[in-house]
């Protein structure tokens, strides 16, 4: 159907809305038939490139036959000065309707999903539209076709990695609070001839994010391509993944789903291996730690979880296994990018060897065994050794200087300027560890702006602690925030001592 | 808790973002320990006076160290130059938790919704919250007591208007598209002694709203205060319910649901009798339509909602009646805000008694029974009398004159520039009408932003029509628009003459 045009003078925004939107005069908007957050396609009679956008209405902001463009959309139309443009009605994209079918309980088709996450990738869809989808998923879900499909398509709308060589093989851990066992499993696999291109996270409600404990040693803002060329050099690499476009449409499903974490398990599935997927996995450990206050609270709803991984895997091309770890004592005793950090390099200087250590060769075992890299039953014997050896530390050294190397010694980290330390008020044994509040805590004295920032734990559960001896110390680069922190810790006693 | 604050330059965008929000450097962010679409608390240094808005990060937006405030945040803050303010992170408002609770399929207590529906009055949830929320209630639906909350909650917002006289009558017709039955019942039952206090709406996916139509006639965009003293005065009024803050959260909430056209059924009773209510409403007509691409489709569902309208109702102290009609044809022979208008007058002038004049004599006839005006079974008799007797044209020209008269007559009704007349292709009877082609036809006319714009039908369901006779009028005052809807009209052919 042809449909009424109007010609409008532009007048700039010069500023990004993150989303393409537009705003014309209320009188112009009953003229061109539409309301506000309905959609118009607006063609730039210089050049004839065009754009659909959300409208917005207003009585103020821009004249009668005037419309208002932000950054965003004048870049798309090639916009430089205060010209016109023609403006018509536009009709919903068809994800649109998909979204109300979703909202009506039905499964979408493989390919409803992948317009979806198309619209969603190149901003077509409003934050309304979009939020009103992820809202969808949570309450009904996804069936396994959903969530496969999903999977693939969050993998074909982004860029992917292949390495000529092999096994590639990864990790992943859902929900994991501290110990940096990445640091450890990657050097471990890489130096016994796995590739393990391994991009990771950074913090969102944690002390830190592999991603930023890694970044106290080198550089992790990484390219796609100085990805591909280290990796292949190396055989592993720890990357930041928000760097490189592997996923653009995922982070801004998470973006979305942020404001009510919302975390509809499908979704879950689809981000991790989608990710894995991209850079070519074909063997993959799902870490899923159990406890009050992890994301998966119970041993049987991380055993339905582990299946869909699998099944959801195997659709994919990958195989994938998942271990249940117990999460209800904190894994290592740092909190903080900086101190994270220090403890993994600790490990592979071979200073001591503790349940992070102990993690660590336990899943990068079941890699090599995944992998043909050791037989059955030999897979953690075997990384035990390799840590052991100096082997892993030599592969990570040689990872950190590919990434353009900060720091090549435990012993060469910095240690944060203030320091507080907290001490038990009574003797006792360590009952009880509230990770939580631990995490607060680091948060509270800038983790994970401040690298440095963080809490070092000096008891562990079921360890006699003497009186007035210390139970743990706050890092911070910040005096407010570390009496900030200190006052916290103080009134939440993270530690019952019994 | 206390919050790490600090301090930062404003970065003024003089632009109304519609909501509260504001921009900080990404390093910034962190250093607060802010995701974007997270909360902060801003305090003007110099006033005292605090904000919470959402924040989205940007790295070119603003400077590090410095915020970007929206109009509407430099407003609430009474910012008027570059000048410093306190930022710190805010905890997310109660409501997002109870949004949640909605998408977990838990039944919302009275209390919850206020805080929810005062949350979005003063724009305190984000589109991706309300959204969500709304995503919810489409899918969850609402308890009895959840929709009587809901009516309450939109009351309570907004502003209201109390009579000294009564009886105070209303009535409200539920997706009907064409016939503006409220502007011949008004004036019927106002010239009975009933107190009518009719707040219409305009347009938005018909031809004409009754507030558009009325507008031909008189002015619609009153206050309260006017809308007070005229209903005082005369008994009645048609005033436009966009123009008054009888339920602000109400036309927010409408806002969010339009682009996924979401009406869940306990919303629209919530909408519709919360404005009743706030205009202390006594007695109710609500008016139910069914048929094919009308909102209710069938008898059945129209019965459900019926009882449900009668249960809220009387939970808040009005008595409700429920009509359903069938509009499996056309109400009327006019689409069109000047077309419509001069059909209720010339109706009012006793020119003729269409079934426009029949179904408003059959509303007014149950008004006036409700409110003890008439006698059981009598009060079509006397609304019809009312109108034949000239007493009612008297009571709308005094309403019209009180509004501020534009016309008076109905001959006075400006006749649009451009007419075409669509013919038939072949004799035989009218099979079909179909209204929802004739509406867009009058859409692409230029209705409602072109009073003038609209179709005028010639012809009526069953009747005979000759070759080559007129079926229909397309009515526009602009030639590209009437050229555009003539092409529509004989590609879809919204009459089948057989």
Chains 1, 2 share one sequence.
Request: include cysteine; hydrophobic fraction near 40%.
């Amino acid at each position: 159907m042809d449909r009424y045009a109007q010609v409008m003078k532009v007048k700039r925004f010069d500023i990004e809305a993150g989303k393409l939107i537009s705003v014309i005069h209320e009188i112009d908007a009953k003229e061109l038939g539409v309301l506000p957050l309905d959609r118009i396609e607006i063609t730039n009679l210089q050049n004839k490139k065009k754009v659909v956008t959300v409208v917005d209405t207003t009585t103020t902001m821009v004249g009668e036959n005037e419309i208002g463009l932000f950054a965003d959309v004048q870049k798309a139309l090639g916009i430089k000065s205060k010209q016109a443009v023609e403006v018509k009605q536009s009709p919903q994209p068809e994800s649109v309707a998909l979204i109300k079918k979703k909202l009506e309980g039905k499964a979408l088709s493989e390919k409803e999903i992948k317009q979806i996450v198309a619209d969603i990738a190149h901003n077509k869809l409003s934050e309304i539209e979009a939020s009103a989808f992820m809202a969808g998923v949570y309450i009904h879900g996804y069936t396994l076709d959903e969530t496969a499909a999903m999977t693939k398509a969050l993998v074909e709308d982004g860029k992917r990695i292949r390495f000529k060589k092999g096994p590639v093989v990864d990790k992943h851990s859902i929900g994991g609070v501290n110990g940096r066992t990445t640091m450890v499993i990657v050097p471990i696999v890489a130096a016994l001839g796995c590739i393990i291109p391994k991009t990771s996270s950074r913090s969102i409600t944690s002390a830190a994010g592999t991603a930023d404990a890694m970044e106290v040693l080198a550089d992790v803002s990484l390219s796609i391509k100085r990805i591909k060329k280290i990796t292949e050099k190396t055989g592993g690499i720890i990357a930041w993944g928000g760097a490189v476009d592997l996923a653009p449409a995922d982070d801004k499903i998470i973006r979305i789903e942020h404001p009510l974490s919302l975390d509809p398990e499908g979704q879950v599935i689809a981000s991790v291996l989608a990710k894995k997927a991209s850079v070519g996995s074909k063997f993959v450990v799902i870490d899923l730690p159990i406890g009050p206050g992890v994301k998966v609270s119970t041993r049987e709803k991380a055993e339905v979880l582990s299946k869909k991984f699998v099944e959801i895997g195997k659709r994919l091309g990958m195989k994938v296994e998942c271990t249940i770890t117990n999460a209800s004592e904190p894994c290592g005793n740092y909190f903080g990018a900086a101190l994270e950090a220090k403890n993994a390099l600790e490990i592979l200087e071979g200073k001591y060897f503790d349940r992070v250590a102990e993690k660590s060769c336990k899943i990068a075992g079941i890699l090599l065994e995944m992998s043909g890299k050791a037989k059955k039953g030999f897979g953690e014997k075997i990384a035990v050794e390799t840590l052991k050896s100096g082997k892993a530390l030599e592969k990570m050294l040689e990872i950190i200087k590919a990434q353009g190397a900060r720091v090549l010694k435990s012993s060469g980290i910095p240690k944060a300027q203030f320091v507080a330390k907290i001490r038990a008020k009574n003797s006792g044994k360590a009952k009880k560890i509230d990770v939580k509040t631990l995490i607060k805590i680091a948060r509270i004295s800038g983790a994970p702006a401040d690298q440095l920032a963080g809490v070092r734990m000096l008891v562990e559960k079921g360890k006699k602690i003497e009186k007035k001896s210390i139970i743990f110390e706050i890092h911070s680069e910040n005096r407010q925030k570390l009496a900030l922190a200190k006052k916290f810790a103080l009134t939440k006693e993270p530690v019952e001592i019994k």
